[in-house]
């Protein structure tokens, strides 16, 4: 089927300077919106940047009906246009608005509206080797009726930002034992709004203390690890590549997914189970090499290096020669085009 996005813009191909603004200060020139009203999705468009207007009865603004995505543009060696995976996240994207009580987007709708906005605003990607494109694609309940309810109506929009990734400083963490980010058959695995408003608190009392973010554990007697910040969680242990399953408490991460499918290709162990933190601190105890790591679309990887546990602090292997680097690297030039993309995952423009 075919989408007709009206594009009321001009491409501007002059390259921009973007390299010392911080993330997601600076907007692209456009951004796509789309109107879902009377049961459904009305005329689409690219227009320049611009504030919203919504009734201060717009039910996203009391009650919570609000998903988002996040995924990234490139360039790749050659200098073509990759976004990594966008299929993927569309499945996850869909996955939150049906938790969420919210109208799918459909699939091709989604991805003329990415493939449309990115080429007009190519000229953001930022062309270095640490630099992309993020990409956030939303949907907001923007019914104007105070009562609590499911809209009626929607906007569903994507924005950019350009994006800088520097070497990564090694973490500090501690095991949260008190709060809890998601329980089993809440909204954990969607990318829905109240989830990272929920996890701000524990997170500043986390800082106030001297880390740099918490690892989640499961909401019932905080003995399974989960998550770490906004990244799922990962170990490398005993040459096994060690990661929580999927459940309704655990986002379903596109680098978590990709990591796993990289680490087997290399044929590295990988062991996808339940893991009590005990474990991990007695792997640390017996003065076994850990790796530990958060992964997510911002960083790829975030190497984590102090873990608190039960009032002391264990030190996780961050050195260069790390299995976690190696499965970065593996990844990185995957969405360069310099290593064979066997996974169809890049979509090039
Ligand atoms: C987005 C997110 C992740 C990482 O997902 P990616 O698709 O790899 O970016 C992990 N955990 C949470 C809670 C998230 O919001």
Not at 9 to 27: L, W
Not at 64 to 88: C, H, S, W, Y
Not at 205 to 225: F, M
Request: glycine fraction near 6%.
């Amino acid at each position: 089927m075919e989408y007709n996005i009206a594009i009321t813009a001009q491409a501007d191909r002059q390259v921009k300077d973007t390299k010392n603004v911080p993330f997601g200060k600076q907007p692209t020139e456009h951004m796509f919106i789309a109107e879902y009203k009377d049961g459904k999705w009305q005329d689409s468009r690219i227009v320049p940047f611009h504030d919203l207007t919504l009734s201060p009865f717009a039910l996203c603004l009391h009650y919570g009906q609000t998903v988002f995505e996040g995924m990234k543009a490139f360039l790749t060696d050659d200098k073509r246009i990759n976004i990594f995976r966008p299929e993927k996240h569309y499945e996850r994207f869909t996955k939150s608005l049906q938790r969420m009580c919210m109208p799918e987007v459909p699939k091709g709708l989604f991805m003329e509206a990415l493939h449309q906005l990115v080429q007009l605003d190519a000229s953001w990607i930022p062309n270095d080797e640490h630099g992309s494109l993020y990409l956030r694609p939303f949907m907001i309940a923007s019914e104007a009726r105070m009562g609590v309810k499911v809209s009626d109506e929607y906007l569903f929009m994507i924005v950019c930002s350009p994006a800088y990734q520097y070497y990564a400083q090694p973490l500090k963490v501690k095991v949260e034992d008190t709060y809890v980010r998601a329980a089993e058959g809440g909204t954990g695995s969607t990318k829905c709004g109240g989830n990272y408003g929920a996890a701000f608190y524990p997170s500043k009392l986390a800082k106030d203390a001297g880390y740099d973010q918490v690892i989640w554990t499961d909401s019932k007697n905080h003995e399974y690890i989960e998550e770490s910040g906004t990244m799922n969680l990962m170990f490398f242990i005993d040459n096994t590549l060690l990661t929580p399953p999927l459940s309704t408490s655990i986002l379903d991460g596109v680098t978590r997914d990709s990591l796993l499918t990289l680490a087997k290709e290399q044929g590295i162990n990988v062991d996808v189970r339940l893991i009590r933190h005990e474990e991990i601190r007695e792997a640390l105890e017996a003065g076994k090499r850990v790796e530990a790591f958060g992964a997510g679309t911002a960083a790829v990887i975030a190497p984590i290096e102090t873990i608190a546990m039960g009032g002391k602090h264990y030190n996780c292997y961050v050195g260069e020669d790390a299995t976690m680097y190696q499965l970065q690297k593996a990844l990185y030039d995957i969405r360069k085009g310099t290593a064979p993309d066997k996974h169809n995952w890049n979509y090039i423009i």
